[in-house]
């Protein structure tokens, strides 16, 4: 964010203020209040991450975890026990979360990400997949369950080796997916990252919007 005053007028010290922003802002940036006047837009907000790749721009992209890049097609086991990967949710928009019950501000998260899954979870074109890192699994769903939250955890085979696994039987680091923990991403119906987050997002729930704004796209 950035904020600009003792200018001319108010509406160079916005101009300004979108300017210094947009020099480190993957996207562009959306004016909040202009002197004492909120002029935030909820609606072009929602819209943030437009445009959406098309399929066959998808289908060209790398491979990484930068915004624009296709995930890597990671694997794990869900809740029950049965093989997924990210390839299988096409058509969906998919969160992951690597996060560990060892990791505070993991934790400090957890209740409010746990809100937005619970207003999205019924809703098909979502889907949540929530993998511990450095832990056995046993022990993350032990530490939520006193929690009193109710979030299906992947198996992803991390555990204290920080190893994942891919869909081709190929390993990866864990720090090559999340560098630090939690990190979080979003990727859109066809694969490709959106947002990507490293350590803690402030308001889960403030996501909302966007995210029904992605999962509303078509090509």
Same mark, same amino acid.
């Given at each position: ?55 066959? &721009? #998808?289908? /060209?992209?790398?491979?990484? %975890?930068?915004?624009?890049? =296709?995930? +890597?097609?990671?694997?794990? $086991? ?42 999205? &979870? #019924?809703? /098909?074109?979502?889907?949540? %997949?929530?993998?511990?890192? =450095?832990? +056995?699994?046993?022990?993350? $769903? ?50 490709? %990252? ?5 350590? +803690? ?19």
């Amino acid at each position: 964010w950035s904020w600009r005053g003792d200018m001319a007028t108010p509406e160079l010290a916005m101009r300004a203020a979108l300017a210094d922003c947009g020099g480190y802002a993957r996207r562009p940036c959306l004016a909040y209040a202009l002197d004492d006047r909120i002029v935030f837009e909820p609606r072009v907000w929602a819209q943030a991450w437009r445009p959406y790749p098309s399929a066959a &721009q #998808a289908g /060209s992209a790398s491979i990484g %975890v930068k915004p624009g890049q =296709r995930f +890597p097609d990671l694997s794990w $086991r869900d809740a029950g026990g049965r093989e997924r990967k990210v390839s299988g949710y096409r058509g969906r928009i998919l969160i992951l979360h690597f996060w560990g019950s060892w990791c505070p501000p993991c934790r400090h998260e957890m209740p409010d990400l746990h809100t937005l899954y619970a207003r999205l &979870q #019924a809703d /098909s074109n979502f889907r949540f %997949v929530f993998l511990p890192v =450095r832990e +056995p699994t046993a022990q993350s $769903r032990a530490w939520l369950r006193d929690q009193g939250l109710d979030l299906p955890l992947a198996d992803a085979g991390g555990g204290k080796q920080g190893l994942f696994r891919l869909s081709d039987g190929r390993q990866v680091a864990d720090r090559d997916l999340a560098r630090a923990f939690p990190t979080s991403y979003v990727l859109d119906r066809n694969g490709i %990252v959106l947002f990507t987050q490293v350590g +803690p997002v402030a308001d889960w729930v403030a996501l909302e919007p966007l995210l029904r704004d992605a999962a509303g796209a078509r090509d």
